[in-house]
């Protein structure tokens, strides 16, 4: 499974977005696909630039259920 990028480059490359450098150019230096760019862009009310969580929940078996299984 991947990992998100860190919390400097999701804040790093929208900056030098604005200042006029280009998408390519940005991806290529900081080792990043093109389509985060535009996402990040987007101001981020909830959560800042902090990825969202990756998989799912870790489910556990109620006692009822872990009787029947035994």
Do not use: F
């Amino acid at each position: 499974m991947t990992r998100p990028y860190s919390e400097d480059v999701r804040e790093l490359a929208p900056t030098r977005a604005e200042a006029g450098e280009t998408l390519r150019s940005i991806a290529d230096s900081l080792q990043i696909r093109r389509s985060c760019l535009p996402k990040w862009k987007k101001p981020r009310q909830e959560n800042g630039y902090r990825p969202n969580q990756i998989g799912g929940q870790k489910r556990t078996l109620s006692a009822d259920n872990a009787d029947r299984l035994c």
